[in-house]
């Protein structure tokens, strides 16, 4: 029912690195914030490859990257809806020998070469989830009962100690977990199983992360300005009438700046005025930024002078995000 949607986390380190001068203090953090993110990205594939490659006896929906909001907003990796009842998958990859701690709840990763880190336990994420989702479901007045385990995406992850009430599961895995739940007697009707699916994917809100400044703490002057070339790579093209021109290899791209727009949000702040757009495109004129800034479908506040612009990132995500995959 539902793919997992580009990460916009992700979008944004990527953008953010390629204005930041190569020898920028920040460079390594961010470069292994993406390293890791690209990593639980991995791992999120190859669990929803065994579920699209498994043919599960029980009539069902599947849901990757689901962000809800119940008490607060909660987002789950994996969700298998049957009529019976509900699974969460909660997936990890973390290399090495993994202890999981129960009190308080920790989990413990020693590396091959002796080195240790700890991590916030995927047992308390997942019950945490589990609760939340459950809530969620008592406020519709549907009555489904939730099973959940952690998933460790990769075979190479060694369990240690295991978590006491919880169950670690690798991939190929989970079709017999699944298989081996109680099914009570209780089941959805057919019109309340489809219902709650599409209420899943019409209360999807896509997780919209803090721009880099703020959450690095990197001064905008740090940052390179000016629109990249798709074709070279490099940054500087020029605002030519009606499009937009490189010195470098000399192409000309009409809708340069439309993802440079989106690059802004992402790196520097949640609204743009016109000053900014200009500073950002290097874009001289303020009627050409007016121009460019009015052809966004920009939200915008305020008054001529100091008018501000906000981009809604989470319809960058719409297309492609939502796919009519039932698995039934
Ligand atoms: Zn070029």
């Known amino acids: 029912m539902k793919e997992r949607s580009d990460s916009l986390t992700l979008k944004g380190l990527i953008a953010a690195q390629g204005r930041l001068p190569t020898n920028h203090h920040m460079q390594s953090s961010l470069s ?21 490659s498994y043919t599960f006896p029980l009539k069902h929906h599947i849901f990757h990257d689901l962000s809800l909001a119940s008490d607060s907003t909660f987002q789950i990796d994996h969700l298998i809806q049957t009529p019976i009842f509900g699974v969460i998958l909660e997936t990890k990859n973390i290399s ?16 091959d070469d002796g080195q240790k880190n700890s991590y916030e336990s995927p047992v308390t994420q997942l019950e945490r989830n589990t609760e939340q989702l459950s ?3 008592t406020a519709r007045n549907i009555q489904l009962p939730l099973f959940g385990a952690v998933v460790l995406a990769y075979p190479k992850q060694i369990v240690a100690v295991p978590p ?5 599961l690798f991939p190929n895995m989970i079709p017999p977990f699944i298989n081996g739940l109680p099914q009570g007697d209780r089941k959805l009707k057919p019109d309340a199983f489809r219902w709650l699916a599409s209420e899943l994917v019409n209360r999807h809100r896509p997780y919209i992360p803090k721009p880099i400044c703020e959450s690095y703490q990197i001064p905008f002057g ?33 809708t340069a700046h439309v993802k440079e727009l989106q690059e802004w949000f992402l790196i520097f702040k949640r609204s743009i005025t016109n000053r900014e ?19 966004m479908d920009f939200r915008s ?6 008018r501000k612009y906000f981009m809604d990132l989470r319809k960058s995500l719409q297309p492609g995000d939502i796919k009519p995959r039932i698995h039934s």
């Not at 090495?96 to 590396?111: A, M, N, R, V, Y």
């Not at 740090?222 to 192409?251: E, N, S, Y």
């Open 164 to 168: 006491a009430d919880t169950t670690i």
């Open 222 to 254: 740090d940052f390179q300005p000016g629109v990249r070339c798709t074709t070279c790579g490099k940054l500087g093209m020029i605002k030519h009438k009606r499009t937009w021109h490189c010195p470098a290899c000399k192409i000309n791209d009409s």
């Open 32 to 52: 292994a914030k993406q390293a890791s993110i690209e990593a639980g990205i991995g791992g999120e594939e190859r669990v929803a490859e065994v579920l699209r």
């Open 135 to 137: 809530l969620w479901l």
């Open 96 to 111: 090495g020998s993994l202890e999981f701690k129960d009190h308080p709840p920790q989990l413990i990763q020693t590396k």
């Open 277 to 295: 757009c200009r500073e950002f495109l290097q874009v001289e004129d303020k009627y050409t930024a007016n121009r460019i800034l009015q052809s």
């Open 301 to 306: 506040e305020g008054t001529f002078k100091d």
